[in-house]
């Protein structure tokens, strides 16, 4: 049994290695005479964010902080998405100050704390919470973890300095692991 001190990234390991096949996401474009595997048709993590209309600031910090091809990359990758709604609740001015090149470690390191190694999907997250009675530790790739529990019905993600998002979209699958929607930026410590 996984106490919880071992993290999701041991489930994460543990998803991967039962997943045999990852399925198209919704508006994933599929051409009737493409013969290729789901696997292959599927977008990537980028691509899928850029075409969602709804992460273009996601998109735009990405691409300034040089991680498009990192999250290109075969992974598997399970990222936390902000929307841009949740990128426009931070003060007034703080995405543009990000996206400057002086700032790039540190939007880096932001933009890594939305990211945890493997795929992981919802009902993954959920049994780690329950497992750990209620609340998850999740480590992400910048290092830092994030605290998950399920409140109303719907998983909250808690930052290290104390801010609280929903996840409000699961298990958007692409070709490089699984995308979970927020209403929120997580920040590190």
Do not use: R, W
Not at 30 to 50: F, G, R, W, Y
Not at 108 to 127: E, F, N, Q, R, W
């Amino acid at each position: 049994m996984m106490t919880n001190s071992k993290t999701l990234k041991a489930a994460a390991l543990a998803a991967v290695a039962a997943m045999g096949t990852f399925a198209i996401s919704a508006g994933a474009p599929v051409l009737a005479h493409d013969h290729k595997s789901a696997e292959a048709a599927a977008p990537n993590i980028v691509t899928a964010a850029q075409g969602t209309g709804v992460h273009n600031t996601l998109v735009a910090a990405v691409q300034a902080a040089g991680l498009v091809d990192t999250l290109a990359s075969p992974g598997p990758f399970t990222v936390f998405a902000p929307t841009d709604a949740a990128f426009a609740k931070l003060p007034e001015g703080t995405v543009e100050t990000l996206v400057q090149p002086e700032n790039k470690d540190t939007l880096t390191k932001i933009l890594t704390y939305h990211v945890v190694a493997g795929k992981v999907k919802a009902a993954d997250v959920i049994a780690l919470i329950e497992a750990g009675g209620g609340t998850a530790t999740i480590d992400t790739v910048a290092g830092e973890k994030l605290t998950a529990q399920i409140v109303d019905g719907a998983v909250v993600i808690t930052d290290a300095a104390g801010g609280k998002s929903t996840v409000v979209q699961t298990d958007v699958d692409v070709s490089n692991g699984v995308i979970h929607v927020t209403d929120g930026v997580f920040l590190p410590a």
